[in-house]
């Protein structure tokens, strides 16, 4: 409830009053019927039921300095449904609503409207509506004879798709009885409202002074006060009370001439109190149930639009004001409008966050949704809710409803209950809900919207009393002696107290009370040490304030390093809320003011938390329930018991009154604009007056209002005065919201990116894990489709950007009817566009940035990625031109297609995917992950004609300057990499193109053996992919690999001439383009290099900078680092291997110690060049006496073999020795034990690798044991064994690290700490082994 303090207005203001007008709405008799052309075509109605204008007849006082009175506004919510005239032959019963008035600043008013039926006397408009009625008859009978009627707009709606077809419900038809109006029969009745506009929703006590003041109108001469005097000493005798306070006044009794009645209202204390909230809980979780509420408070949280439905004004008002007040002590910063009127209809189609109530009856055939896939849809009516996409799960979810149904069964709330057939599912109360546009979340669930109104059947009608006979039965049956306590057949309404309305208010405020504190307690326990993570500024508070957006004020990436991994996907979007930020920035302007009420409360809670557990508390690991319930009830019901003050009575204040009256009177203006002196309270102790005065209390406390506990934030203004230049306007303000929220977005995509990408480069700091990264993206997805749903015209489908991109493509297709899509699985488009690079970003795209100093880095981009980039590998050579370049054949990797068809048809290739939604989410995914989001998005918007046809004028996307900065700051993102596409469909079938380039000899480019490729990602592996004979490039499909790792290739050795000389092997995924290079530059076969038929590979991802034919040149040559490499001569020091070795193993520690390590890159960093295994090789192999013997080469496998026979025979004569030992010296038996257990390891290790490592060769033996050492903590501890062999001493010089004391104990140290961490090996690593520890 956003607003600001109304207490301190200034010298000339009054005040904080209970009420500011007291208003009168109706029919002006003398302006006539003027039909309300807002709510649909009225004239295919009968006139009772169609809507016509009315009018403020009057407000009281005639305005107030702090409150300025909009008439058009007031009227239109005062009578939501425009004036409505009946006849005497329907029910005209009264109905109470209420509603909020927000301007500008936030400040909110809340208004109370009484609605009811009088009759109308104006014999002019009787005579109207009589007319209206001949006319519209005439109408029906000319439709009879030949012309069929017009359907009534709102009751068919199959021809249209702005909202799902259950958007439009219409009301069902009255019967010809009451639909007619007989001018000589009928009474003809229009609705009329009495008002109250307040600073503060006391709900109970103004539904009560309206209520009673309708009744109270003299209908006859008699005693009582006039109405004048009840609104008078209202509206200038009743205050609001101080904080703690109490305060008794007096309403109208509901007959004129009983004595006034007592009502009590409060104001309670903070902190040590909730803000006040007097909208009754209990009816929101009686209409909606436990589950529904707790789905439509996560939507609320993550600021979601939600739209609420009812046929009843009052439901839609306490839905929304209870669950913004149970957001506390977050607030909701976006636009709020419970009751929308149909003159704002045009509002639902706004880009932004909202809370809006739509009534049931008067929507119409246009009504839309901006975007649907954000859209949380609450039918209140049916207790059915529908869930937006990819909506994350609150923590802690089923302990926190049991607690709330614990308190409901507490305080005998009817709740509907959670049954089979509802479509919310769990999962241990940690899931996210069904979503198709990530398949890969590993759940299926049938349905993906959420429906309860066929199962929630609670509000059924109670069955009848049960019979005295029954009663008389079981007073027969107690007074046998049996106990029917736990017996339910009794009725136990006869049982229950009946509470007065007083009584009844007092219940609801303490289960308000409860139920709120559980709440709170939710987040005092989520971030009870958010503190810790606010980032204090160092700056003075203009200057912060000027810096705001570009400064971090909360360590977000700390902060969900310490949450659980379950709760990660709900927390990491609410940090990126606004209402989180608001508190944030609260916090810290707490430095430079006084801190936010909101704030101090919810630092009391956590203060009190941490007085139990201990101030060292991190997080709660567990559910913890909420404990402050019961000290805050007793300070509620000790001030509503204990009530201090008093306003005086009413009085009678006009002398001359009529007697009584027909309907409801105008009032005295003069008198009720006269204001008093001073507004005088009696004391309820001592019974003495005094002037009683509003000011700010520094010591305890000041006056806390509802709209002073939440942060005030702007509004945009909804006026009634639709004019087609404030149309523009409010237009204008979203397309500037649209552009300044891609700044932002972007902004924070790059610098988090940018950052966590230093971090993988060893500049420190913390790196962006993979659910922020996807939060961030999945937050981009939601913002293009607010751009693409603004100002559209007519929506076909959930997916404005999706329904836009398949447009384009049928309008495409037309133009060439040869293209056609394969669905049964991903293929690349066969069509060579030779005049693209790979992965190249041309000239036209970037060449027209008009602005450079406000697009450095759009600048930078054009620069550093266009065509004519120089490689650091081809310097000058990349500026030849094509005709001067080497032809590259069609088998040597043919250029991806890069257009926007060829990305929208591999995303409809996507089978598991179900919604437009989820195909619109994959596909910018795609496009941001390959680099062409911004082109793709240029050349949709190029096709004017299509835009023009789908789009008003005044929509984002026809603002042709601001769209082109909109395609700017999406272009920025190309700077960095992301790989949001790969990472998040891991189920989706994708191909795979194998190039292989084997040596230039004739005689080593081909093999007659059965040769194959396994390959291994972040996401799964492949089993043997079998290589067609004689072909060096083809394609399979599999299963979403992720980011490529390593690559096993291999043969059979079979055939006349099965030896193979493979240099390089290159794998590109054919849908996102990424291309990944695995060097090798060795044999496969027997009797050749090390005699290994099968080699691992370590890949790495080539630059996009690479394109094509200069890839195919670098791997058409041998590569500088072979893998695994063959043994030469070594030519670096003992100094340069002690740095190689300690890089080495320096980057395994880094990445174990950072908080999300991803998948694969281990293997790099073991295999891969510079890692460890090279690292060690090279170790070994310094100081190696003799690389050659008889002939042949030696490789350091060979040692490690010899060593292994050492340690056998070592072990033998340890075995001898050990029943000596055993008796002699226990410590000496402790230390020889460890030496045989790293022995029998060691032994065992080199037979296992022997054993299931035949395809091998001896260097890919070496490399599998380094691998298998690290997993099993061998390495540094079977180094000084090895020193002590006899083969060491054979083999090795004295220069060598096993032979040199201080070198040995360097590699000992060195290796040492990678004891602490558990090493996890990709299965493509370990060849089967299991662990032998």
């Not at 929703?201 to 209520?211: D, G, I, M, V």
């Not at 006060?225 to 904080?243: D, M």
């Not at 990660?568 to 916090?587: G, H, I, W």
């Amino acid at each position: 409830m956003n607003g600001s303090l109304d207490m301190i207005r200034g010298p000339e203001q009054h005040p904080s009053r209970f009420a500011d007008y007291f208003v009168i709405c109706g029919l002006d008799q003398d302006s006539g019927l003027e039909p309300d052309r807002f709510f649909g075509d009225s004239l295919q109605s009968t006139p009772l039921d169609r809507a016509y204008k009315g009018t403020v007849l009057g407000h009281y006082p005639d305005s107030v300095p702090w409150n300025h009175f909009d008439k058009h506004a007031v009227c239109m919510l005062c009578l939501p449904s425009g004036l409505r005239f009946r006849t005497q032959k329907h029910s005209i019963e009264p109905s109470f609503h209420s509603f909020v008035l927000t301007k500008e600043d936030g400040h909110r008013t809340y208004g109370f409207s009484l609605l009811f039926y009088e009759e109308c006397r104006n014999k002019k408009i009787c005579h109207a509506m009589q007319t209206l009625q001949s006319m519209h008859i005439t109408e029906l009978s000319s439709g009879q004879n030949g012309t069929p009627p017009i359907p009534r707009r709102g009751q068919d709606g199959h021809n249209t798709r702005s909202l799902p077809r259950h958007f439009k419900l219409s009301a069902h038809s009255p019967g010809a009885a009451l639909g007619y109006y007989d001018y000589t029969k009928d009474k003809l009745l229009v609705t009329k409202s009495i008002s109250l506009l307040c600073q503060q929703p006391y709900l109970h006590a103004a539904r009560t002074f309206l209520t009673n003041l309708y009744k109270c109108v003299p209908r006859h001469p008699g005693p009582g006060l006039s109405l004048e005097s009840y609104v008078y000493n209202l509206l200038y005798n009743v205050p609001i009370p101080l904080p703690g306070k109490s305060l008794k006044f007096f309403v109208p009794n509901d007959e004129p001439a009983k004595v006034p009645l007592e009502l009590v209202i409060h104001q309670p204390t903070l902190p040590e109190e909730l803000p006040m909230l007097d909208y009754p809980l209990k009816d929101v979780f009686s209409w909606l149930g436990v589950d529904c509420v707790i789905q439509l408070f996560t939507c609320l949280l993550l600021e979601n639009q939600v739209l609420l439905r009812s046929a009843d004004f009052q439901k839609l008002m306490v839905v929304s004001e209870c669950i913004t007040a149970l957001l506390f002590p977050f607030s909701w910063q976006h636009v709020y409008v419970p009751i929308l009127p149909a003159s704002l209809h045009h509002f639902l189609d706004a880009p932004v966050p909202f809370v809006m109530g739509l009534h049931a009856q008067s929507e119409g055939g246009n009504l839309k949704i901006a975007s649907e896939a954000n859209l949380c849809y609450v039918d209140i009516d049916k207790q059915s809710i529908q869930l937006p996409e990819e909506l994350p799960v609150f923590p802690h979810r089923l302990q926190f409803i049991t607690e709330i149904r614990d308190l409901l069964n507490k305080f005998k709330v009817p709740h509907p209950d959670k049954t089979d057939n509802m479509a919310i599912n769990y999962f241990n109360g940690d899931i996210m809900t069904s979503s198709l546009t990530l398949p890969g979340s590993g759940f299926h669930h049938p349905r993906r919207k959420h429906s309860l109104h066929d199962v929630l059947d609670w509000d059924r009608p109670d069955p009848e009393p049960h019979s005295e006979t029954l009663q008389r039965i079981v007073d027969i049956v107690k007074r046998t002696g049996v106990n029917l306590g736990d017996i339910d057949s009794v009725d136990k309404t006869t049982k229950e107290k009946i509470l007065t309305a007083q009584e009844e208010y007092h219940d609801t405020l303490i289960f308000n009370n409860a139920l709120r504190e559980i709440f709170l307690n939710r987040f005092v326990q989520i971030f009870s040490s958010y503190e810790h993570f606010v980032i204090q500024p160092s700056q003075d508070k203009e200057e912060w304030l000027c810096n705001r957006d570009s400064m971090h004020v909360f360590d977000k990436a700390t902060f969900l390093s310490d949450q659980p991994a379950q709760h990660l996907p709900f927390l990491s979007r609410f940090l990126e809320s606004q209402m989180f930020a608001s508190l944030v920035d609260n916090k810290v302007l707490a430095a430079w003011s006084e801190l936010d009420p909101n704030i101090r409360v919810f630092d009391q809670r956590i203060s009190q938390l941490k007085q139990k557990v201990g101030e060292g508390i991190v997080r709660s690991p567990c559910y913890e329930a909420c404990q402050a319930i019961t000290a805050t009830q007793k300070l509620l019901e000790q001030r509503l018991n204990n009530v201090e003050l008093e306003a005086v009575p009413p009085t009678e204040i006009l002398p001359h009154r009529a007697a009584y009256f027909r309907s409801f009177p105008l009032l005295d203006g003069v008198a009720l604009n006269k204001e008093p002196t001073q507004s005088l309270l009696r004391s309820r102790r001592g019974q003495k007056q005094w002037k009683y005065k509003m000011k700010m209390i520094e010591a305890s406390g000041k006056l806390q209002t509802p709209q002073e506990s939440q942060s005030p934030r702007p509004q945009t203004k909804f006026s009634t005065d639709m004019s087609p230049a404030l149309i523009a306007q409010a237009n204008w303000t979203f397309v500037e919201k649209l552009l300044k929220d891609c700044k932002s977005k972007t902004k924070r995509m790059l610098v988090e990116k940018m950052g966590s990408e230093a971090v993988a480069l060893g500049h420190g700091g913390e790196f962006l894990s993979d659910v922020e990264e996807n939060t961030l993206v999945a937050s981009l997805c939601d913002l293009l489709e607010r751009v693409w749903s603004h100002g559209l015209q007519n929506k076909q489908g959930k997916s404005a950007l999706w329904s836009h991109l398949t447009t384009y493509q049928e309008l495409d297709e037309c133009n060439d009817a040869t293209k056609s899509i394969d669905p049964n699985f991903l293929t690349p488009d066969i069509v060579e566009k030779s005049s693209n690079k790979f992965f190249g970003f041309p000239d036209l795209l970037v060449s027209s940035i008009k602005s450079s100093n406000i697009f450095e880095i759009a600048s930078y981009l054009k620069e550093n990625f266009n065509e004519t980039e120089v490689s650091p590998t081809r310097g000058r050579e990349r500026h030849k031109s094509s005709g001067e370049r080497k032809s590259v054949g069609p088998e040597h990797l043919r250029p991806l297609p890069d257009s926007l068809i060829f990305d929208i048809r591999n995303v409809q290739a996507m089978t598991d995917i179900k919604t437009h939604i989820g195909y619109a989410r994959a596909w910018v995914r795609l496009a941001l992950e390959k680099k062409l989001l911004s082109r793709h998005l240029k050349t949709l918007l190029s096709d004017t004609a299509l835009v023009r046809s789908q789009y008003k004028r005044s929509a984002f996307l026809r603002c042709e300057e601001e769209k082109e900065q909109f395609l700017y700051h999406l272009l920025t993102l190309n700077a960095v990499d992301y790989f949001c596409f790969t990472n998040n469909y891991p189920t989706t079938k994708l191909p795979y193109r194998v190039v292989i380039f084997p040596s230039r000899k004739a005689s080593a480019a081909t093999t007659t053996a059965n040769s194959w490729v396994a390959i291994s990602g972040t996401l799964c592996e492949t089993n043997p992919v079998s290589i067609p004979k004689g072909a060096l490039e083809f394609v399979f499909h599999h299963r979403n690999l992720g980011v490529l790792s390593t690559l096993r290739i291999g043969h059979d050795n079979t055939g006349l001439s099965p030896k193979w000389m493979v240099e390089h092997i290159v794998v590109r995924n054919e849908v996102t383009g990424h291309t990944f290079k695995f060097p090798c530059g060795r044999w496969l076969g027997k009797g050749i290099d090390d005699g290994s038929t099968e080699r691992l590979l370590v890949g790495a991802l080539v630059p996009k900078s690479i394109d094509n034919e200069e890839l195919v040149e670098s791997c058409s040559t041998p590569p500088r680092c072979r893998s695994p490499s063959i043994p030469r001569r070594i030519t670096l020091t003992h100094i340069e291997l002690q740095h190689m070795l300690g890089e080495a193993v320096n980057a395994i520690v880094k990445f174990h110690y950072r908080r999300e390590p991803q998948d694969g890159s281990l293997t790099a960093l073991l295999c891969g060049e510079s890692g460890l295994v090279p690292s060690l090789e090279q170790t070994f192999l310094f100081g190696f006496k003799s690389q050659r013997l008889f002939g042949k080469n030696l490789y350091v496998w060979d040692y490690f073999v010899r060593v292994k026979e050492n340690f056998e025979i070592s072990l033998l004569e340890e075995m001898d020795e050990y029943s000596q030992r055993l008796s002699r010296d226990r410590r000496a038996l402790t230390e020889n034990n460890q030496r045989f257990n790293i022995l029998r390891s060691y032994c065992h290790l080199i037979d296992q690798i022997n054993t299931c490592s035949q395809a091998l060769g001896k260097d890919g033996k070496f490399q599998l044991f380094i691998c298998l050492g690290a997993r099993e903590h061998l390495l540094h501890r079977m180094l000084s064994p090895m020193s002590e062999a006899r083969s060491t001493v054979d083999m090795y010089e004295e220069i060598s690290f096993l032979r040199s004391p201080q070198l040995l104990t360097f590699l000992i140290q060195i290796l040492e700490p990678l004891d602490e961490f558990h090493i996890v090996l990709e299965k493509s690593l370990t060849q089967g082994i299991s662990s032998i520890c």
